[in-house]
Nanobody
Framework: QVQLMESGGGLVQAGGSLRLSCTAS????????MGWFRQAPGKEREGVSC????????FYTDSVKGRFTISRDNAKNTLYLQMNSLKPEDTAKYYC????????????????????????WGQGTQVTVSS
C-alpha cells in the first residue's frame, strides 16, 4: 500500500521560510517522479514543482522560480520543498504526489498540470503566509 505523508507546513510571515517534507512508503521510491502541488480555496490545483526519478531534472512554475527548491533523497524515500521569501499568495494546501515514470523531463508531467498523471497523493499540509 503506497503512502505519502507530508509535514512541515504552518503559519509564517511574508518573507519567511518553510521546508516541506514528504516521506513515501510502499513503493520503490527511486522509480517514481515526484511533485508538489497546491490548492488555494476557490482555485484549481496547480503544479508547483516536480523532480524526476533520479533528481536530475526539475520543474518550477514561474511564480516560485528563484524562491523554492525541490530535492529528493532516494536513500530516505523522502521528497523536500524548501520555500524561501514566502508571499501571501503562496497560501494553500500543499500536496505531495508520485507517478511511476522514469521519463527524464519533469516539465512533461508537471508544467501546466493539475496532476492528472500522478497516481498517488498525500493528504496535504497547510501553508499560510501572513502579510
Amino acid at each position: 500500500q503506497v503512502q505519502l505523508m507530508e509535514s512541515g507546513g504552518g503559519l509564517v510571515q511574508a518573507g519567511g521560510s518553510l521546508r516541506l517534507s514528504c516521506t513515501a512508503s510502499g513503493l520503490k521510491f527511486s522509480d517514481f517522479a515526484m511533485g508538489w502541488f497546491r490548492q488555494a480555496p476557490g482555485k484549481e490545483r496547480e503544479g508547483v514543482s516536480c523532480i524526476n526519478y533520479s533528481g536530475g531534472n526539475r520543474f518550477y512554475t514561474d511564480s516560485v522560480k528563484g524562491r523554492f527548491t525541490i530535492s529528493r533523497d532516494n536513500a530516505k524515500n523522502t521528497l523536500y520543498l524548501q520555500m524561501n521569501s514566502l508571499k501571501p499568495e503562496d497560501t494553500a494546501k500543499y500536496y505531495c504526489a508520485a507517478v511511476d515514470t522514469r521519463y527524464y523531463n519533469a516539465d512533461y508531467y508537471c508544467k501546466g498540470s493539475s496532476g492528472s498523471l500522478f497516481g498517488y497523493w498525500g493528504q496535504g499540509t497547510q501553508v499560510t503566509v501572513s502579510s
